[in-house]
C-alpha cells in the first residue's frame, strides 16, 4: 500500500501545479484512491484537497509531514471524477500528472463573468408620480428622467440608463438607497449559440435508423452501458440517430456530449442540433474566446446546459450526470492528441463512459480499422445504416488513370473527362466541388509514366525526399533507411520521376484560366484565418454564390450541399504515398468521405477520381463504396507486417538541443528495450521532421502484441530517466499507437 498521497488543496484552475504530500495513515490505507476528495490540514486550518497520486516516495522529512485527517464523505464531485481519468491518461499514454490535470481541466483562470443589471421600479405608480413631481420641483432632472421612463417601462437594462439616458450610477445608487428604484444584478453567461435559431421539429426515423436506435436504448434501459459502432454510408442520417439517442438519456435528466472532428462541423451541425433541443446545447471549440470557453463549462455544471458539442476537448465537459457520449466520424485522425499526454479520445471516451455509467457511440461512414477490427471481435457492437435517407442512389463514380492523360499529352492537373463534366455543370447551373487531397505533400518521389513509388525496402511505405533533387537523399521515417533521389524511374526508365508540387492557390488559377465566366470560392488553412472563416466559405457556397469550391479535406467532411452534383477528386494518391502504414485507410476514408458529398439533394451525382495508381486496393474500393472490401485487404496488410491494431506500436521521442546527446539517450533506451526479453526496437532513427527550432529529434518504435507490455515498458523507462544522468539535456515522450 502506498504510503503518502499527493493532494491538490486549491482547485482554482491556475493552480493545478502546485500539490502538498501527505502521510496516509495506518486507517485509512487502502480506503485511498486516486480522485477522492479528502480533508488536510493546511496551515492552520482544515482544507478540502484531491488526491491526484498516491506514491511510495517521500518528497521530504516524513518526521514533519502532516497527516490526512478524513476521506469526505459527501460522495465523488465530478471534479473526483476528473481526476482520476487524468491519472488513467497519465498512466496509459505517459507525460507528468500535471499534464494530465491541465487537459481535463483546460481553463487556465478564471475569467470575469459578464453581468446583466437592471433598474426596477420599487415604488407603485401613485408613490412614483409624488416623486417625480418631487424631483422635478428640486431641478433633479437627471433622476426625474429615470423615474418618467421607469413608470413607463417598469424595468431598465443598466447601460441604457447610464449610457443612452446619461443618468450617472451615483445618482442610481441615491436613488436605490432612497426606495425609490432596484437595482438587480445576475451573472449572464456567453453563449456562443445564441445566434441560431431553433426551426425544425422532430423527423421520422426509417426502419434501419430506428433499429439502430431501440439497440441502444433497449440496452440502456436495461442498464448496459455498451461501446456501439455506427457505421452508415454518406447521407444515411446517423445525425438523426445520435438526436434519438439523446431525447432518450435526456428524458432521464442526462446529459450528452457529442464530438466533432474539425471546427469546419461546427456550423452546420450545430444549426441542427440547436433547431432540436435549442438553447440546451453550447459548443465548445478553439476559436471561442477564454472567457467564453470558461462560461460553458461553468453553465455545464450548473445544469444550465444539457448537450456539450465540441473537438476532443469537450469530452472533459464537467457535466454532473453524463449518460451518452457519440463521437462523429470517429476514424479522424484529429481525435489523437498531438501534446502531451498524447491521448485518444475514443479510448479515454470509454474510459469516462465507464466512471460516469455511460454509453459510447462511434459513428462514421468508414471507420478506422482499429474500431471495426474490435466490433469484429465482439468489443464493441457493430449498427449498420447501408441505405441513403429517402432511398437516394449513391453516386456515378468514374476512376481516371493519369498515366494515360499524360500519355495523349495532357500535362493539366484537370483530366478531359473532368473539365468536360465541369463544364455540363457550370452550363445547368449545378455545382462542383474539386478536391485536392493535399494529405500527402510530404515529399515522396512518383513516377508520372508509370505510377511507380519508392519505397523502403524494409516497412513498405514510401520514402521522403529531404533536400534539392540533384543533391537530395530518401529518408524511412520508421527505420532511417536511406538512397539517394534516382534521376530515372527505376521501374520504367522515364525521366518524369519528381515530387508532387501543387496547391489550392495554383488549382484556383488553373481553374479561373480554363472557365473565366465560373465563381470560385476556395477554402484552406489561408482562406480561413478569422474566428468565422469557415462558415462564410461554407454559407457562401450553400447560398450559391459561387459555382465551384476548391479545397483540401475541410471541404469533404460532412457538409451538405443539395446543389452539388460533381465531384473531382484532383490528386487521389497524394495521401497513399505518405510514409505512414495508414496511408491505404487513410486514402479510403478521404475518397469515400468526398464521393459523399455528391447528389446529395434531388439530382444524381458524379465522381471523378484522379490517380497515378488506379489499381491499388483502396481506390478501387473506395470507387465501389466497399468497406468490406478494404477492410478484409487492409486486416491481411496489417497481420503480416504487424501493425496496429492487430500488433500495438510505442512511438519513443528523443530530443534535445545536443545531438549527440539525443544520440547517446536514445542508444541508451534502445539497449535497455533489447535487454528486456521479446520486445524488438526499430531504430534509433531521426524523426521525420530532424530538427525544429535548434532541437535535434531522435525515435524509436516498439511493436507487441499487448498494449499492457507498452504500458509496462514505458513505466520501466520512466524510472530508468529519472534516475539515469544521461538524460539530464534530454526530453523523452511517449506516443502509444501513434498517429
Avoid at 432632472?141 to 446619461?166: D, F, I, Y
Avoid at 438607497?177 to 437595482?183: E, F, K, N, S
Avoid at 440547436?274 to 470557453?293: C, H, Q, T
Avoid at 498515366?403 to 462542383?432: A, V
Wanted: hydrophobic residues 35%; proline residues 4%; neutral net charge.
Amino acid at each position: 500500500m502506498a504510503e503518502y498521497a499527493n493532494v491538490i488543496v486549491d482547485i482554482s484552475l491556475e493552480k493545478l501545479d502546485k500539490t502538498f504530500q501527505y502521510r496516509i495513515p495506518e486507517r485509512l490505507s487502502g480506503v485511498i484512491g486516486v480522485g477522492m476528495p479528502v480533508t488536510v490540514p493546511f496551515g492552520a486550518r482544515r482544507m478540502r484537497g484531491y488526491v491526484v497520486e498516491l506514491t511510495d516516495t517521500a518528497e521530504y522529512d516524513p518526521e514533519k509531514m502532516k497527516e490526512i485527517l478524513s476521506v469526505e464523505e459527501r460522495g465523488i464531485a465530478i471534479e473526483s471524477q476528473l481526476i482520476a481519468l487524468a491519472a488513467w491518461m497519465k498512466k496509459n499514454y505517459g507525460g507528468t500528472m500535471n499534464h494530465a490535470l491541465k487537459t481535463v481541466m483546460p481553463i487556465k483562470q478564471k475569467k470575469k463573468s459578464v453581468e446583466r443589471r437592471t433598474v426596477c421600479l420599487a415604488l407603485q405608480p401613485s408613490e412614483a408620480e409624488k416623486k417625480l413631481a418631487e424631483y422635478e420641483r428640486k431641478h433633479s432632472t437627471a433622476r426625474a428622467r429615470l423615474l418618467s421612463e421607469l413608470l413607463k417601462e417598469g424595468e431598465l437594462e443598466w447601460s441604457l440608463v447610464t449610457q443612452k439616458l446619461n443618468v450617472a450610477g451615483t445618482a442610481v445608487k441615491a436613488m436605490e438607497a432612497d426606495g425609490v428604484v432596484r437595482i438587480v444584478s445576475e451573472t449572464k453567461y456567453r453563449n456562443p449559440v445564441e445566434r441560431f435559431m431553433p426551426r425544425e421539429g422532430i423527423k421520422e426515423l426509417n426502419e434501419e435508423q430506428q433499429k439502430a436506435v431501440c439497440s441502444v436504448t433497449e440496452d440502456y434501459d436495461a442498464g448496459i452501458r455498451g461501446t456501439y459502432l455506427l457505421k452508415g454510408v454518406t447521407g444515411s442520417g446517423k445525425t438523426e440517430v445520435y438526436m434519438a439517442l439523446i431525447a432518450h438519456v435526456l428524458e432521464q435528466g442526462r446529459q450528452a456530449i457529442v464530438l466533432i472532428p474539425e471546427i469546419a462541423l461546427t456550423y452546420q451541425t450545430v444549426l441542427r442540433f440547436y433547431s432540436r433541443f435549442g438553447s440546451r446545447v453550447s459548443i465548445m471549440n478553439s476559436r471561442l474566446s477564454p472567457g467564453e470557453k470558461y462560461d460553458q463549462f461553468e453553465r455545464a455544471k450548473k445544469g444550465d446546459i444539457d448537450i456539450m458539442i465540441g473537438p476532443r476537448s469537450a469530452l472533459f465537459t464537467p457535466f454532473p450526470d453524463l449518460g451518452i457520449i457519440i463521437i462523429d466520424e470517429e476514424h479522424e485522425p484529429s481525435y489523437k492528441s498531438e501534446t502531451l499526454p498524447r491521448y485518444h479520445a475514443r479510448e479515454t471516451a470509454i474510459r469516462r463512459a465507464k466512471m460516469a455509467g455511460a454509453s459510447v457511440v462511434l459513428g462514421s461512414a468508414t471507420p478506422s480499422v482499429e474500431s471495426y477490427y474490435r466490433a469484429m471481435r465482439g468489443e464493441y457492437r457493430l449498427l449498420e445504416l447501408r441505405r441513403r435517407v429517402l432511398e437516394k442512389p449513391l453516386p456515378v463514380c468514374e476512376i481516371i488513370d493519369l498515366r494515360e492523360e499524360l500519355f495523349r499529352g495532357n500535362r493539366s492537373i484537370l483530366s478531359d473527362r473532368l473539365s468536360e463534366l465541369m463544364e455540363d455543370r457550370l452550363r445547368k447551373g449545378e455545382q462542383t466541388m474539386l478536391f485536392l487531397n493535399r494529405r500527402g505533400m510530404s515529399g515522396f518521389v512518383s513516377c508520372r509514366a508509370c505510377g511507380h513509388v519508392i519505397k523502403c525496402p524494409h516497412c513498405d511505405v514510401s520514402l521522403s525526399q529531404h533536400g534539392g533533387a540533384q543533391e537530395g537523399r530518401l529518408v524511412c521515417h520508421y527505420c532511417g533507411y536511406e538512397e539517394p533521389v534516382p534521376k530515372t524511374c527505376p521501374a520504367c526508365g522515364s525521366r518524369y520521376i519528381s515530387g508532387f508540387k501543387a496547391g489550392t492557390q495554383k488549382i484556383e488559377l488553373i481553374v479561373k484560366q480554363r472557365f473565366p465566366g465560373a465563381r470560385v470560392l476556395r477554402m484552406d488553412m489561408d482562406t480561413t484565418r478569422s474566428k468565422e472563416g469557415h462558415e462564410q466559405i461554407l454559407s457562401a457556397f450553400a447560398n450559391r454564390e459561387a459555382d465551384i469550391l476548391i479545397g483540401t479535406q475541410m471541404i469533404v467532411k460532412g457538409h451538405d450541399f443539395p446543389d452539388v452534383t460533381l465531384v473531382g477528386v484532383l490528386a487521389a494518391d497524394l495521401s497513399l504515398n505518405v510514409g505512414d502504414y495508414r496511408a491505404p485507410e487513410r486514402t479510403f476514408q478521404l475518397l469515400t468521405q468526398a464521393a459523399g458529398r455528391a447528389g446529395r439533394g434531388e439530382r444524381p451525382g458524379n465522381v471523378v477520381i484522379q490517380t497515378y495508381t488506379p489499381e491499388h486496393y483502396s481506390i478501387v474500393t473506395a470507387k465501389e463504396q466497399d468497406y468490406e472490401a478494404f477492410y478484409r485487404q487492409e486486416i491481411e496488410y496489417r497481420r503480416l507486417l504487424r501493425y496496429p491494431p492487430v500488433w500495438n506500436l510505442l512511438l519513443i521521442l528523443v530530443t534535445s538541443a545536443e545531438e549527440a546527446a539525443a544520440a547517446r539517450a536514445a542508444e541508451a533506451l534502445a539497449d535497455k528495450i533489447k535487454s528486456g526479453g521479446n520486445l524488438l526496437p526499430i531504430g534509433p532513427a531521426d524523426a521525420p521532421v530532424a530538427k525544429i527550432s535548434d532541437i535535434y529529434r531522435k525515435v524509436i518504435y516498439i511493436k507487441t502484441e499487448d498494449y499492457r507490455t507498452l504500458v509496462e515498458v514505458k513505466d520501466v523507462l520512466e524510472d530508468d530517466i529519472r534516475e539515469n544522468g544521461l538524460f539530464k539535456e534530454v526530453s523523452v515522450q511517449f506516443d502509444f499507437n501513434p498517429l
